[in-house]
């Protein structure tokens, strides 16, 4: 392997790190911005705790099939479809104007993360052989996811207070466009070759 190649591949995991981090890091955030959220959008006390829900229900319960799609339709492709879906739907999240708008737009968010988080887990595996880089490259993906939920809180909760609560999601935007323009030049295409390629939907569902 050349050195530019290898040069390619740890970069390349820096940038499904980088897009990892966002995921982690948006299961904590709102925590920190609920009341100002509250305030805002007239938020009832009941409602309030589904804008974490709605985000984990979608996010922890689409993880399988997000990797079973990656799998046999392509693990960049599902990379690329994740991302772009989850920075449209933290748009909307920072555009929300209403209670029902916010918790929609979250559980859409939730559902790009359920997408891209399989597939960029998948790419690394098969990036790296297994063995000494592997372990390697999974103790940094561990370590970035390990970190969000902390910096989540720090970051964030200084970002409300200098401007308000939309930016915890706005902030995710140039993040998510810069991992979609360095993915084609940095993540190469891969599928499983399996014998039968189809999912269960059912079982999905």
């Known amino acids: 392997m050349s050195l530019l190649e290898n040069r390619r591949r740890w970069i390349g995991l820096a940038l499904i790190v980088v897009a990892q981090f966002m995921v982690v890091l948006d299961v904590a955030i709102v925590n920190v911005a609920l009341p100002s959220i509250k305030t805002d959008l007239n938020f009832s006390e009941t409602s309030l705790q589904w804008i974490v829900t709605a985000y984990a229900i979608l996010f922890g319960g689409v993880l399988l099939l997000g990797g079973r ?4 339709l392509g693990r960049r492709r599902l990379f690329v479809a994740g991302v772009a879906l989850f920075t449209i739907a933290s748009l909307l999240d920072g555009l929300a104007w209403s209670e029902r708008s916010l918790i929609a737009f979250r559980a859409l968010q939730g559902l790009g993360a359920a997408l891209l988080s399989p597939a960029a887990l998948s790419i ?11 372990n390697l490259a999974l103790g940094i993906w561990g370590a970035a996811s390990g970190s969000g939920a902390a910096a989540g809180v720090l970051l964030f909760g ?33 599928r499983a070759d399996l014998d039968h390629r189809y999912f269960d939907a059912a079982g999905a569902a």
């Open 158 to 190: 200084a970002l409300t207070s200098a401007f308000n609560w939309s930016w915890i999601f706005f902030i995710n935007i140039p993040v998510g466009l810069l991992v979609l323009g360095l993915t084609p030049l940095l993540l190469r295409e891969s």
């Open 124 to 134: 690394l595996t098969t990036t790296f052989a297994e063995g000494r880089e592997r």
């Open 69 to 72: 799609l990656a799998d046999l």
